[in-house]
C-alpha cells in the first residue's frame, strides 16, 4: 500500500521547516558539505541505517565531500509524508558533521 501524497499546503508547510531542501517536481532535494571525504561517505552510512529503518530510500549522489540527496516516493507518484520525515532526519545527521 503506497503512502498518501501530500497536498500543496502541506509540502509548503513542510518545506518551511526543512530550509535546506528544495523542492523539483515531486522530489525534494539537498546536498551536504563534508568536511571530509570519509565524513560524507559516514554521513552515507548513517542515513542507509536511517533509510532501512523506515523502509523509504534516497537516491544518494557522491562527488568527493558532496553528497546530493534526491527524495520522493516512488510508488506513490510524488511527494509524501515518508520524504519529509528522512529529509529531517537526513538534517539531524547533516548537523552533527561538525
Avoid at 537516491?59 to 516516493?73: E, H, M, P
Avoid at 507518484?77 to 529531517?88: N, R, S
Amino acid at each position: 500500500m503506497s503512502a498518501p501524497l501530500l497536498t500543496e499546503t502541506e509540502l509548503e508547510q513542510s518545506l518551511t521547516d526543512l530550509p535546506d531542501w528544495t523542492r523539483d517536481g515531486d522530489v525534494l532535494t539537498r546536498t551536504v558539505q563534508a568536511p571530509t571525504f570519509l565524513a560524507g561517505i559516514e554521513l552515507v552510512r548513517q542515513v542507509a541505517e536511517a533509510a532501512e529503518a523506515a523502509n523509504h530510500h534516497p537516491d544518494i549522489d557522491i562527488r568527493w565531500r558532496k553528497v546530493s540527496f534526491a527524495l520522493s516516493t516512488h510508488d506513490s507518484g510524488g511527494l509524501t509524508a515518508l520524504d519529509v520525515e528522512l529529509a529531517g532526519k537526513i538534517d539531524h545527521l547533516a548537523a552533527q558533521l561538525g
